[in-house]
Every structure is written in C-alpha cells, then in structure tokens.
C-alpha cells in the first residue's frame, strides 16, 4: 500500500503496470474506493499502466471532518500527480470523480492529456438532493438510503441477476466514513463547473448508463454539449457504475476514443521507448553513445523490430517476455546477453524465484550444463546488484 501526504491529508494510491505503456488515472464516484475500477482493469491492462486512489474521506485515505469543497478534492489529485511527477494523463472519473477530472483539468491543463467523463455532468444538483440526503444521513445512517441508492447505481438486470454482488457495492458504500460521504455531498452541492468546464481544451469522451439513475443521460450529454468537441456514448444495461456493469464495452469505448485522439508512435519511438523501460536508462544512454556509423543500421534494426515489434505486443506481459528471454539466452550460451537481461528483471518484475524455476526448467530441455552455466551466471549477476540469494527470496 502505497500514500502521500497531501494538503494536510493522507491520500492511499495504487500505481500498476509497465512505465512504456500510456497511463489511466482514474478518479472515484461518492461512496465508493478504487476498487470500482476493479472489473475494468483487466480489459485495459495489455495496453495501459494505471493510476488509482482513494479520495478524501474514502476507502483508506483520512477522513477530515465535513464539509469538504470541489477544490480540496480537485487539489488533492493535483497534489498526487505533482508529487508522483506525472503529466499529461488521461485523466478518468466517475461521478464527483468526473467533476474532479474536470477540476484538474480546468486549474492545470498541463497535467491532462485527455478526459474521460463517466456519468458525472459540470453540475449535479439542485442544492436541495444534497441538503436533504446529508440531513437524512445525519439522522439515520448509510444504511437507511443503500437500497434506494444501489437502484439509482445499477440496471434493473443487474440488481436480479446479481444479488449478491450488488450486496458487496452496498457494504462498499455503508462503510464509507460519514464524515467522507456528507463531506463529499456537500462538495458537490456547492459545485457549478459550467463555466470552467466550457473552457476545457482537452479531447473528452462523455460516457454514460442508459439506466444511470444518478447522473441521468440527458444530463451527461448536457455536459458532453458544453465541453467544445466532446463525445457523447450511451452505455447499454448499464446504471451509474459502468466499469462494474459493462466493462468491456467501457473498455472498447475508451480504446476506440483513445485511439481515435492519439497519434501513434513510430515503431523506432516506440522501441526506444519499451527497450529503456527494460533495460534502464543507464544501459540505453550508453549503446546510443558508444554506437557508430558502422553499427548504427543493427541498433535500428533491434530497437525497431525487436522493442518496438514483438516486445510492444499485448498478448504477453513484460514479466513474462523477461522470463522467455532468459531462458533463451541461457540455452543459446549468450552469458552477456543473459546477464543483461537478469539485471533487466528489476525493471521487468521477474523475481528471483521466477528466475530460479525458469533455469531449473532449462535444465530438462536444454540440458545439464547450459542450466549449470546460466544459474552461476545469474547468481553472480544477483550479487553484482546487491540482491540477497541465500534463501531464494529477493
């Protein structure tokens, strides 16, 4: 588990995948934690890295006490990028995620490459909701309005043919502190993003559930109307949480948008790009400067059709192509390449183990010695990089 102080708070964050690969940074709806994003994740993660968090008052970040402004919600998502050095994300929230996003990407265009608005508009009232549902809350609990709020999150088929799981998202929700929930309400409340919102430069895509009894379409394509060249989609069978309910056509909507507002890389960038997220800066920066007129045509030729071909593919992950490439290297009897591509095992997370039981394996198919070799190889390629091997564990 990962947190950062931020604006006086601590913010819980989870940053996962490969740094070559384009960066998601997804913002959550009231009542819920990162785990909302959960089912889509793995729709996407071929073809992204991911960053998520809970927001003020949720899941394991502090809970200040209510009430709680747009802006602090805003800034604190701020706050995190600029702390974790990032920039030009595509930046995706759901619900007060999606004010926030629009927040952020209002204050610091800088910061926000491209927008994904799910179910969420540049204002969600009247006033009166809030007032009353904070009123409601204080007096009763969470739990007095869950039921009334799993119908408004989910379709109708969802909540019969799902019970038990819309169960789970209603316990996501009662466990919220109070102080978040009421804190978060009356941030909305008081928020009206129209005219910042109208200003926004970013390509957006505006996604919404054709059942979302929250954010209800209309309401949602008011707000893909405001903001100059937006898209505006309908999601099928879908409420408020439409990475719960239809992720992969969640998915497809953002890999077509995302497509649709990114020009591609050459294969050469491309390459460059995955061979330093391998092998380390360090290694690269070096072959470019010790290359010459008489290799550079190879040094092309490996980072356009290795690194920025087969190692680019989706199917299989980094981790996994390390793995496949040691073993190669070690029946082949390339003990340099092999030690590279051990020491790249701290970018690509092979560990140490995996490592041990891919050379054991060499062992059966390419034979007694080659293993042999390769496992001195590695032993002294751990050690050479400060990694403890007595034990197996790294």
């Known amino acids: 588990m990962h947190s950062l102080s931020l604006n006086g708070e601590f913010i819980h964050y989870q940053l996962d995948g490969p740094s070559h690969l384009p960066l998601l940074v997804f913002s959550n709806s009231l009542g819920t934690d990162m785990r909302v994003w959960d089912p889509l994740l793995p729709e996407l993660k071929d073809q992204f890295r991911f960053l998520r968090y809970d927001k003020r008052g949720h899941g ?13 919600h805003i800034n604190d998502l701020i706050g995190l990028l600029d702390a974790l050095e990032l920039s030009q994300v595509t930046l995706c929230g759901l619900s007060v995620g999606g ?39 204080r007096a009763h609990s969470l739990e007095y309005i869950a039921d ?55 390509p957006t895509l505006c996604v919404v559930g054709d059942e979302d009894g929250a954010t209800p379409p209309d309401l949602v394509r008011s707000t893909a109307e405001l903001i ?22 969640l998915a497809a909507l953002i890999r077509d948008f995302l497509a649709e507002v990114t020009e591609p890389l050459s294969r050469f960038d491309q390459g460059m790009r995955v061979r330093r997220s391998v092998l380390g800066n360090a290694h690269v920066d070096r072959a470019e400067a010790n290359k010459t007129a008489f290799d550079e045509p ?65 062992g059966v198919y390419a034979g007694v010695p080659a293993s042999n070799v390769a496992i001195r190889i590695a032993r002294e390629t751990y050690t050479g990089m400060g990694i403890a091997i007595d034990g197996g564990k790294n």
């Open 228 to 249: 100059p060249g937006a898209r505006f989609e309908i999601l099928a069978n879908a409420g408020h949480l439409p990475s719960v309910e239809q992720p992969k056509a």
């Open 298 to 362: 190879f040094q092309s030729f490996i980072t356009e059709g290795a690194w920025g071909s087969v190692w680019s593919r989706p199917t299989l992950s980094k981790r996994d192509r390390s793995l496949i490439t040691i073993a190669l290297m070690a029946a082949l009897g390339h003990d340099e390449e092999l030690a590279m591509h051990i020491r790249a095992t701290a970018n690509t997370g092979a560990t140490l183990d995996e490592v041990r039981e891919t050379l054991l394996h060499l």
């Open 60 to 72: 394991l970040s502090s809970c200040p006490a209510a009430p709680y402004r747009l802006d602090d």
């Open 99 to 137: 004010m926030i996003a629009q927040g952020v990407a209002a204050q610091r265009p800088e910061l926000v490459k491209n927008l994904i608005l799910c179910d969420t508009a540049h204002k969600i009232g009247p006033a009166s909701i809030w007032e009353t549902r904070i009123e409601t809350i």
């Open 148 to 202: 009334a709020v799993m119908e408004r999150w989910f379709a109708s088929s969802f909540r019969q043919e799902k019970a038990a799981e819309v169960a789970l998202w209603s316990n996501m929700m009662v466990r919220t502190p109070v102080e978040g929930y009421i804190g978060t309400c009356a941030a909305i409340r008081d928020a009206d993003l129209t005219a910042s919102s109208a200003r926004l430069t970013q």
